[in-house]
């Protein structure tokens, strides 16, 4: 299984769409759900009682996150020396990797950091100078040693390009990705949604991009042999090519939780905090026995793609903070991102058939903190 393990809920920068907007957001019902607001900001658990809990599963992952969880980076170093996994991960927005060790950058399986795309709209978003800080911190982690899977994790926001802003990550000459996964900026505050401006923007602007970016990503298949490792698109693709069943695809409340700082355990670190979902403790609870305990309600229960799509993020399923109407909005987008790949789908066969690609090339890796579907 998977566990998150949220080191604080503090963070070192103050972009536009979390520290800014949670500050629009005050007085937020969360539709009547219970919120412990009691929640301390850094871990007050014993890392033993951790270890003896995780212990209990034959092959965990282990994925840092925070708020910024390398604020606590002799936790992190910590947690690494004591308790045995699998995997390695931690998502980060990048700012303080110069403090993790080259020995603990050689154990990461992955490192997700959140850049949303070239110096213009990541500075616009997360704040003056971070990308340029952000790279020369990536330089210095793959000087230290990094061999793993290095995912750009982009925020998309009302404006963005999402097809340039993807191929800026993966072609330009600062820093070159090889993977790169995005999340839409919808459905996570009560506060931000204007029906006018988020419909224009993805009817215009976000699904031609998409359509866009997919051609650019099937001609590259079909002239160079090449899988361009965008997550949304390879992750698809392959359900599409081997008739792949999934469940929520970031896997969680069935296969990963999060043990926020308290040692309470929820679906998800964005459900931190919310008393109706809380699955357990670190004491008490055998991670074996929380699997498969919550899963994504109406509409995605009964969606005709729920088996492509897997279902919307499950806080934004039990939450709705933008109301049927724009949760509906937001799945039109994920309808037509998969209608698009069903399109190109045959020029994925066909490169297939001529043995310019094979169907591996578009396995993924799973529950690794991409959502898959943004």
Request: proline share 3%; aromatic share 10%; charged share 25%.
């Amino acid at each position: 299984m998977n566990f998150y393990i949220t080191t604080t809920t503090k963070c070192n920068l103050e972009c536009s769409y979390c520290y800014g907007k949670s500050c629009l957001d005050f007085g937020s019902d969360f539709k009547g759900l219970k919120i412990d607001y009691s929640v301390p900001t850094r871990m007050s658990y014993d890392i033993h009682d951790l270890a003896r809990f995780i212990r209990k599963d034959p092959s965990p992952t282990i994925i840092f996150y925070g708020g910024e969880p390398l604020i606590e980076v002799e936790k992190v170093e910590e947690i690494i020396d004591n308790i045995p996994a699998e995997r390695y991960i931690i998502q980060t927005n990048g700012l303080l990797l110069d403090k993790l060790k080259p020995k603990y950058v050689k154990r990461l399986n992955t490192l997700l950091v959140s850049l949303d795309g070239d110096e213009t709209v990541t500075d616009r978003n997360r704040g003056e100078n971070v990308y340029r800080r952000v790279i020369e911190n990536l330089k210095l982690i793959e000087g230290r040693g990094f061999k793993g899977e290095l995912i750009a994790r982009m925020t998309v926001t009302v404006g963005s390009e999402i097809d340039k802003q993807v191929m800026w990550l993966l072609t330009n000459r600062d820093f070159a990705f090889k993977s790169v996964h995005w999340q839409l900026d919808a459905l996570f505050w009560q506060n931000d949604f204007d029906k006018e401006i988020f419909g224009d923007w993805s009817e215009r602007v976000y699904m031609p991009g998409v359509r866009r970016l997919i051609e650019t990503w099937i001609e590259r298949i079909e002239a160079a042999g090449e899988v361009l490792r965008i997550y949304p698109l390879i992750a698809i693709m392959y359900s599409l090519l081997t008739d792949e069943k999934c469940k929520l695809r970031c896997g969680s409340g069935w296969n990963t939780f999060n043990i926020q700082t308290d040692g309470n355990i929820t679906p998800c670190p964005v459900m931190s905090g919310m008393l109706d979902f809380y699955l357990g403790n670190i004491w008490d609870s055998n991670p074996l026995d929380i699997s498969d305990s919550t899963f994504v309600g109406e509409p995605c229960s009964e969606c005709e793609v729920q088996h492509v799509c897997g279902g919307r993020c499950l806080f934004a399923n039990v939450t709705k903070l933008w109301g049927d109407e724009g949760f509906r909005m937001v799945c039109e987008t994920v309808m037509d991102l998969i209608n698009s790949l069903r399109k190109v789908e045959w020029r994925v066969r066909s490169a297939m058939r001529e043995g310019k690609v094979e169907v591996g090339d578009f396995n993924y890796g799973r529950f690794n903190s991409c959502e898959i579907i943004p």
